[in-house]
T-cell receptor, first 113, second 116 residues
Framework: QKEVEQDPGPLSVPEGAIVSLNCTYS??????FMWYRQYSRKGPELLMY????GNKEDGRFTAQVDKSSKYISLFIRDSQPSDSATYLC?????????????FGTGTQLKVEL | NAGVTQTPKFRVLKTGQSMTLLCAQD?????MYWYRQDPGMGLRLIHY???????AKGEVPDGYNVSRLKKQNFLLGLESAAPSQTSVYFC???????????????FGAGSRLTVL
């Protein structure tokens, strides 16, 4: 079983829809949680960063972390065609040996006109 | 700002050939990483470095070597390429632990390698 599980999709939604992307994890030591967005043939870029449990909002994006359930979510409101990309969750623990991230496999999202 | 630059962007090799991928960052980051990305497998850490002159193995280090002779550069070498090393390789960098936002990695655009 992988440390981080993420549904690969693809997920297709109409423009303006609310999108919910999720990851589950098994390592209770994870304390830092991130969402990266990756456009086709590009490198991942950071979208959201959260420490420990709680919510964080940035414009149309909201990240939620529920450490008790080992479950993180990314919500996209009023989705746009430009949101079409692969979304990767990532997480790390305080290890003292480098900021090694463990990634989910990514969920491919397509927002259609 | 250049950020993280990878060269080359594309390369085709024959089995048994060797090559080096170069990563350069201009953000004065202490830590650097090499990942590979394969369909259904996500990003997997190959090797990483926590400072000039130091390297360490990640999740999938076999068949690869790395060097960090200068703080801004991190080289990934394949001594004898195999078809299983066909992948997209990403370099990333970050601040050291203890610095605000240290867990945030900045990625390069990727190097697409095909081994025939």
């Amino acid at each position: 079983q992988k440390e981080v599980e993420q549904d690969p999709g693809p997920l297709s939604v109409p423009e303006g829809a609310i999108v919910s992307l999720n990851c589950t994890y098994s390592n209770s030591a994870f304390q830092y949680f991130m969402w990266y967005r990756q456009y086709s043939r590009k490198g991942p870029e950071l979208l959201m960063y959260t420490y420990s449990s709680g919510n964080k909002e940035d414009g149309r994006f909201t990240a939620q972390v529920d450490k008790s359930s080992k479950y993180i979510s990314l919500f996209i409101r009023d989705s746009q065609p430009s949101d079409s990309a692969t979304y990767l969750c990532a997480m790390s623990a305080l290890t003292g040996g480098g900021n090694k991230l463990t990634f989910g496999t990514g969920t491919q999202l397509k927002v259609e006109l | 700002n250049a950020g993280v630059t990878q060269t080359p962007k594309f390369r085709v090799l024959k089995t048994g050939q060797s090559m080096t991928l170069l990563c350069a960052q201009d953000m004065n980051h202490e830590y650097m990483y090499w990942y590979r990305q394969d369909p259904g497998m996500g990003l997997r850490l190959i090797h990483y470095s926590v400072g000039e002159g130091t390297t360490a193995k990640g999740e999938v280090p076999d068949g690869y070597n790395v060097s960090r002779l200068k703080k801004q550069n991190f080289l990934l070498g394949l001594e004898s390429a195999a078809p299983s090393q066909t992948s997209v390789y990403f370099c990333a960098s970050s601040y050291s632990e203890g610095v605000a936002g240290a867990n945030v990695l900045t990625f390069g655009a990727g190097s697409r390698l095909t081994v025939l």
